[in-house]
């Protein structure tokens, strides 16, 4: 059974850069899953960042591509997430999921994270 | 990127059947049907419930069911119980390789 989980700091401070990793277990990072972030502000829906496969592609939402970027490390067995310039916007939970692509059709995520809460304040 | 838009909130009795519609504006709502739906408790992460429109993982229970017509995708509970109170998420591509949830909708069990 595949099992995710976050860590990182849970405060920053505006302008600073958010760095989180997600920890995988029950499988390989090399394994044929892409992996993705989704974070959630406070009382609003999900708001899906990006995805990353082992080898290095990765798609992101537009909305944030210029201050994202996401990587695996297969010595680790973990993924990241990099989120530059944060602000008071990008206070929200985020999680980690493992979904599988295949001939230009991606599953939705099913495995996830437990969430870690990510607060922007000065 | 495209919306998909819920209705904030919908409610039933225990044992009743409700429907959450799900609109939006790209094929693979209106002409492939890839939409998914997530199932969210308080401070737990989402839960899949339906993928690619009608399926159901394993372990999920047949008393949810999703279905499709034109641009609007539906999620079906029947039998409504207690612990089905929570909130629903749509989910499917927004073209590119990019992806988009719904704005979610809260379930009320009366």
């Known amino acids: 059974q595949l099992e995710l989980q976050e860590s990182g700091p849970g405060l920053l401070r505006p302008s600073e850069t958010l760095s989180l990793t997600c920890s995988v277990s029950?499988?390989?990072?090399?394994?044929?899953?892409?992996w993705d972030w989704i974070r959630q502000a406070p009382g609003q829906a999900p708001e899906w960042i990006g995805k990353?496969?082992?080898?290095?592609?990765?798609y992101y939402n537009p909305s944030l591509q210029s201050r994202v970027t996401m990587s695996v490390d297969m010595s680790k067995n973990q993924f990241s997430l990099t989120l530059r310039s944060v602000t008071a916007a990008d206070t929200a939970v985020y999680f980690c999921?493992?979904?599988?692509?295949?001939?230009?059709?991606?599953?939705?995520?099913?495995?996830w994270g437990p969430g870690t809460l990510v607060t922007v304040s000065s | 990127q495209s919306a998909l838009t819920q209705p904030a909130s919908v409610s039933g009795s225990p044992g009743q059947s409700i429907t959450i519609s799900c609109t939006g504006t790209?094929?693979?709502?209106?002409?492939?049907?890839?939409v998914s739906w997530y199932q969210q408790h308080p401070g737990k992460a989402p839960k899949l419930l339906i993928y690619?429109?009608?399926k159901r993982p394993s372990g999920i229970s047949a008393r949810f069911s999703g279905s499709k017509s034109g641009y609007t995708a539906s999620l079906t509970i029947s039998g409504l119980q207690a612990d089905d109170e929570a909130t629903y998420f749509c989910?499917?591509?927004?073209?590119?390789?990019?992806?988009?949830f719904g704005t979610g909708t809260k379930v009320t069990v009366l």
């Open positions: 999921a493992s979904t599988r692509c295949n001939a230009g059709y991606c599953s939705p995520p099913e495995h």
């Open positions: 029950g499988d390989s990072v090399g394994s044929n899953y892409f």
């Open positions: 990353v496969y082992y080898i290095g592609r990765t």
């Open positions: 790209t094929s693979s709502v209106g002409t492939y049907n890839l």
């Open positions: 690619e429109g009608s």
């Open positions: 989910y499917s591509s927004a073209g590119g390789n990019t992806y988009v």
